[in-house]
């Protein structure tokens, strides 16, 4: 089994923690510190043995050098992105594996929010750590890509299992699910998921990890089928790549 930890850090970011007891290896993806990390590795006596990055940006990458340096562990991260993150050792592609003792992540390409974004897929533990490519029911801003590389990068998770674990690494859920419930106001599990993740926000709790099935039910931007929200932004009938490129332009505005 794969035991993963989440760790509430800066404003609104999650460093996950995975550790696999039977080789005691032990990852942090996108340590935007260390401290943090150091803390929860010695409470728990594991060992790092890898960071996995999702992208370059700081909030991703901002513990990796004093990380390593202190427990020699191994930085993977795109091999597109290796003059930009910091301590890299391994870069991937899309399609490559890395292992954490015996489980298997698979290197998924999604750019659109940077032009190296990469997530990675832990098949047989159903989990996927997206960073900023996939929030609860928003996606990552396009800082580098067009609206057509994300888009694409969205119908690969999108047609994942139903049941895949979403790990993202920000608590942006409230703020986008406003914005969705402008877009699609008649959503009727969207409007009860709204419900309750204000219940959790109010408490501090975490909205994430979400699945891909809720994100299918309730994300405008695995939506541009629904006929509801294709009227309220007056697009009936338009193609999908276009719809989903008015949603990111209305969020980046709302
Ligand atoms: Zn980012
Ligand atoms: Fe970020």
Request: contains cysteine; proline residues 4%.
């Amino acid at each position: 089994m794969l035991t993963i930890l989440q760790l509430p850090v800066l404003n609104d970011n999650y460093i996950y923690l995975l550790h696999d007891a039977a080789s005691g290896d032990t990852a942090a993806v996108d340590p935007a510190v260390a401290q943090p990390v150091l803390d929860v590795l010695a409470k728990n006596n594991w060992r790092l043995s890898h960071i996995l990055n999702t992208h370059h940006h700081g909030d991703h990458v901002g513990g990796n050098l004093e990380l390593k340096q202190l427990t020699g562990c191994t930085v993977i991260a795109a091999l597109a992105d290796q003059q930009r993150i910091p301590g890299i050792d391994r870069g991937v592609v899309d399609g490559d594996v890395v292992m954490l003792g015996k489980h298997t992540a698979k290197i998924i390409s999604t750019p659109g929010h940077t032009s190296g974004h990469i997530v990675y897929h832990f098949i047989d533990d159903n989990a996927l750590f997206c960073g900023d490519t996939l929030f609860v029911m928003g996606c990552g801003r396009l800082f580098e890509g067009t609206a057509e590389q994300m888009w694409r990068s969205l119908q690969i998770l999108k047609a994942l299992p139903a049941s895949t674990q979403i790990y993202c690494a920000h608590e942006y859920t409230q703020a986008n699910g406003r914005f969705a419930l402008t877009v699609e106001p008649e959503n009727l599990q969207l409007q009860q998921r709204m419900a309750l993740i204000n219940q959790l926000r109010a408490k501090n709790l975490p909205t994430v990890p979400s699945t891909i099935e809720q994100e299918l039910a309730t994300n405008p931007f695995f939506r541009e089928d629904s006929l509801g929200l294709q009227e309220t932004i007056q697009m009936v009938g338009k193609k999908p790549l276009d719809i989903f490129a008015q949603v990111r332009r209305l969020k980046d505005e709302f």
